[in-house]
Nanobody, 125 residues
Framework: QVQLEDSGGGLVQAGDSLRLSCAAS???????MGWFRQAPGKEREFVSALSWSDSITYYADNVKGRFTISRDNTKNTAYLQMNSLKPEDTAVYYC???????????????????WGQGTQVTVSS
């Protein structure tokens, strides 16, 4: 079993930056880690993921060029650096781990096995 602790959310202004962290415990991650987010009244959506084995990264189109996912193997922790934040980035961000990513053409869909408790990110205009 894997436990995920995500942190780093907060209230910022448009154009600011935040870094989210996701620390995994219980066992070593050797598949994927990433984030989803859910805004009020909307479905949970994929944000980004990282393949632990070969460092391939995946991003949703609406965060490409602004968000960067990375990892620290020694800490079994992933990070999501979010720059140039926009009000539409406001959501609860959920760390995810394990599972698999299905790729079809240019489309990638991540199905995690584990979820964190979520951290709130609020971007004011």
């Amino acid at each position: 079993q894997v436990q995920l602790e995500d942190s780093g959310g907060g209230l910022v202004q448009a154009g600011d930056s935040l870094r989210l962290s996701c620390a995994a415990s219980g066992r070593t991650i050797n598949q994927y880690m990433g984030w989803f987010r859910q805004a009020p009244g909307k479905e949970r959506e994929f944000v980004s993921a990282l393949s632990w084995s070969d460092s391939i990264t995946y991003y949703a189109d609406n965060v490409k060029g602004r968000f960067t996912i990375s990892r620290d193997n020694t800490k079994n922790t992933a990070y999501l650096q979010m720059n140039s934040l926009k009000p539409e980035d406001t959501a609860v961000y959920y760390c995810a781990a394990g599972g698999t990513i299905y790729s079809y053409g240019d489309s990638n869909t991540y199905y995690p096995a584990y979820w964190g408790q979520g951290t709130q990110v609020t971007v004011s205009s």
